[in-house]
């Protein structure tokens, strides 16, 4: 008889601990995966990891097992650095989302599959055997780190009217619960708790903006890319979210209330929430990177400037992204195509307004010149002038 009392306790004790676990915030469900990754990371040596870039706090990864990795890694032989052509300037990598982390470093796979110290630009050569091994790796990886591309259409009844869903920051993993309560060119959402509201406002460093950020809209077990603004603004359905208002979530092809054509800053973060970032630019016009790069800056996304200027001497770069610190903001005020005789060649001029730090709003001109090799061949930005 006891023993039947004491199992029922044990039973209920069980199914409140399940229950509680299920309602747990879920900064700290995040918290406690983040720690469960350490431990993972001090135990098995080294991990495969893909994020969206080097600072990402979200990542998935899985243990490397390769011999041949591993013993590059624990006794790495530094290759020369390659130059760009006709120049002393180091060429700049072509870095994907891959990262081997472990033996107290962590080491960036570029897409001719060599493994780089980015901080020191080292780099290291890998076999071909490993290196399709890890791409073979990669690709599970990213499945289920990013958001399936899906059209504004089809996610509108994925997303119907009174829906709630989870919103995860795809840079910091945080997450939060949303409700749908309007919206036809696209979701107009509103945290559901107080909660809800204060993850947001985390995500958004505690402050409103209209700035966007890439995120994955979370529903019926589907992962689906998404960006989303963070700027409270017009009709409130749910008192007492401490928030007063609703903001936007927008989809692949998803338009403004102001606008019948897809926002441009919206649209490059659903891509870097799909991790397609790379191929949105290799099918773009020389109009569109340039305006893109625009954006780039404007939302600190340091790593989509250096996807975007892969063609410019690294040091052209990091002299940009220093630039950018003394600007407030950067705002795209006009901009044009150049007329050009020669047809793997073009120039764009983008007129910007940024507020500077100490100087006020200045009018900053964007000279680019892009090149390709033949009529299918991705635009590459080859000279910038920023006056």
């Known amino acids: 008889m006891l023993f039947k009392q004491l199992s029922r306790t044990l039973i209920c004790g069980l199914m409140l601990i399940t229950a509680s676990v299920e309602w747990l915030p879920d900064t700290t469900l995040h918290a406690a995966s983040m720690k469960a990754r350490e431990e993972v990371s001090v135990s098995s040596g080294l991990l495969l990891s893909v994020k969206t870039s080097p600072s990402a706090q979200y990542e998935d990864h899985i243990t490397i097992s390769d011999p041949d990795i591993i013993d590059a890694v624990k006794r790495p032989k530094w290759q020369p650095l390659p130059t760009a052509s006709f120049s002393s300037s180091i060429e700049v990598p072509r870095f994907t989302d891959l990262f081997v982390v472990g033996q107290g470093m962590q080491l960036r796979l570029d897409s001719n599959s060599r493994l780089w110290d980015e901080r020191q630009m080292k780099m290291l050569t890998i076999s071909d055997k490993s290196a399709a091994k890890l791409n073979k790796s990669a690709a599970a990886l990213r499945e289920k780190h990013y958001g399936h591309l899906l059209d504004w259409q089809e996610a509108e009844k ?181 007329p050009q005789e020669e047809p793997w060649q073009s120039e764009v001029q983008m007129e910007t307004e940024t507020l500077h730090a100490s100087r006020g709003k200045r009018l900053v001109y964007f000279h680019s010149r892009y090149v390709r090799t033949s009529p299918i061949s991705p635009w590459e930005l080859k000279e910038l002038t920023v006056s």
């Open 158 to 338: 994925l997303f119907s009217r009174k829906a709630v869903f989870v919103i995860k920051d795809i840079e910091t993993g945080l997450s939060f619960r949303v409700q749908r309560r309007a919206g036809h060119d696209h979701a107009d959402v509103q945290p559901v708790t107080k909660d809800d509201t204060e993850i947001m406002k985390q995500i958004f460093n505690n402050g409103w903006t209209w700035d966007r950020k890439a995120i994955i809209a979370e529903k019926d077990g589907k992962q689906i890319a998404a960006s989303m603004n963070g700027m409270p603004h017009g009709g409130d359905g749910i008192p007492g979210n401490g928030m007063s208002g609703h903001f936007c979530v927008h989809f692949l092809n998803s338009s403004t209330h102001k606008s019948e054509t897809p926002d441009l800053p919206h649209q490059l973060m659903v891509y870097k929430a799909a991790g397609k970032l790379r191929s949105y630019f290799d099918d773009a016009t020389p109009f569109r990177l340039a305006q893109s790069l625009i954006e780039a800056l404007h939302h600190d996304e340091f790593e989509m400037v250096r996807l975007l200027t892969e063609g410019l001497p690294i040091e052209q770069t990091e002299a940009l992204l220093q630039q950018k610190q003394d600007w407030r903001h950067i705002r795209k005020k006009d901009g044009r195509e150049l």
